[in-house]
């Protein structure tokens, strides 16, 4: 079975243009999340997923990221225009659907990432 | 607010010599844990969590892990460490018992060297 996938793996691109990340969960998981690693901090969480419908935006830095995942299948997160400060690794994550408790946990199965370098 | 607590940015371990990974965390109830690990070019792979019970857990790879409330820690062990375990490691919180739903809150990382 294929794991998370993410394309591409590396973007470069000059402050005030625009960049699409994809990812691709893993066939049949409802949750998909986002999250990013600015160089040196800490992984972040930008939004999560359940199926089409956004249930957790409240990472998101500001309104130049938008995503969307297009008949809860795989999501894009654009970014425009980009800034310098959005470099760093972006990555994907998902994880079976259901509410998560003790004995429900789903593990978030991660992709390797896109590394977003901004000049 | 919760939050994760790796102290030590690098660390570096002799091939066979026993190995442990600080983790600290700040969250109002008895959170979920987790370690992961990131390999070059690879994505985050769970290695081990804790939910409840047994305060000693054991992953994969041959780590463990033990969660002391009293100290707010959930530090990483391995008794001997292999050239494969170089790596980033990550400590991770989860406060899904409020919402239902995952959110991951992330230490810094830690980068294990090993030396020959």
């Known amino acids: 079975e294929a794991g998370v996938t993410q394309f591409p793996s590396h973007s470069v691109i000059e402050k005030g243009q625009t960049v699409t990340l994809r990812c691709d969960p893993i066939?049949?998981?409802?949750?998909l999340y986002w999250y990013r690693r600015v160089m040196g901090k800490e992984i972040k969480f930008l939004l999560h997923f359940v199926k089409e419908s956004k249930q957790d935006e409240s990472g998101m830095p500001n309104n130049r990221f938008l995503a969307e995942r297009t008949g809860g299948t795989y999501s894009t997160l654009k970014v425009q225009p980009a800034e310098l400060e959005d470099s760093g690794v972006y990555f994907c994550?998902?994880?079976?659907?259901?509410?998560?408790?003790?004995?429900?946990?789903?593990?978030?199965?991660f992709g390797p990432g896109t590394r977003l370098t901004v000049l | 607010a919760q939050s994760v607590t790796q102290p030590d940015i690098h660390i570096t371990v002799s091939e066979g010599a026993s190995l442990e990974l600080r983790c600290n965390y700040s969250?109002?109830?008895?959170?979920?844990l987790f370690w992961y690990v990131q390999s070059p070019g690879q994505g985050l792979q769970l290695l081990l969590k804790?939910?409840?019970?047994?305060?000693l857990v054991q992953g994969i790879k041959g780590f463990e892990a033990e969660f002391k409330r009293s100290q707010s820690s959930f530090n990483l062990r391995k008794p001997s460490v292999h050239w494969s375990d170089a790596a980033e490691y990550f400590c991770a919180v989860d406060g899904v018992m409020n919402t239902g739903f995952q959110k991951l809150v992330f230490g810094t990382g830690t980068r294990l060297l090993v030396s020959p």
């Open positions: 994550a998902s994880s079976q659907g259901g509410l998560a408790g003790p004995s429900s946990y789903n593990e978030q199965f």
């Open positions: 066939s049949g998981h409802d949750n």
């Open positions: 969250y109002g109830a008895t959170p979920y």
């Open positions: 804790y939910f409840s019970g047994d305060t």
